[in-house]
């Protein structure tokens, strides 16, 4: 599959990509560089669920900060 970067510097995900990840108008992407690769990972809506997808442990009152900052 191949996108295009246009003059604006947008690219298009693929419909099906975005409906098996379940991104709207307006979802939020993560953009990093690894290597010679971009990767774009959808953000968590919330600070508990950023928490949980990193695979990290952290003391609960942090915890209780990360979700009290949101």
Same mark, same amino acid.
């Not at 191949?2 to 993560?30: C, F, M, N, W, Y």
């Given at each position: 599959? @191949?996108?295009?970067?246009?003059?604006?510097? /947008?690219? !298009?995900? *693929?419909?099906?990509?975005?409906?098996?990840?379940?991104? /709207? *108008?307006?979802?939020a &992407? #993560? !953009?990093?560089v690894s290597?010679?690769?971009i !990767? &774009?990972?959808?953000? *968590?809506?919330? #600070?508990?669920a #950023?928490? !949980?997808?990193?695979g990290?442990?952290? *003391?609960?009152?942090?915890?209780?900060? @990360?979700?009290?900052? @949101?």
């Amino acid at each position: 599959m @191949e996108t295009t970067i246009s003059s604006k510097g /947008q690219i !298009v995900i *693929p419909k099906h990509i975005r409906d098996l990840l379940g991104l /709207q *108008p307006g979802s939020a &992407l #993560a !953009v990093t560089v690894s290597g010679n690769k971009i !990767v &774009l990972l959808p953000k *968590p809506k919330n #600070a508990l669920a #950023a928490l !949980v997808n990193t695979g990290k442990t952290m *003391p609960l009152r942090n915890i209780r900060r @990360e979700i009290k900052g @949101e």
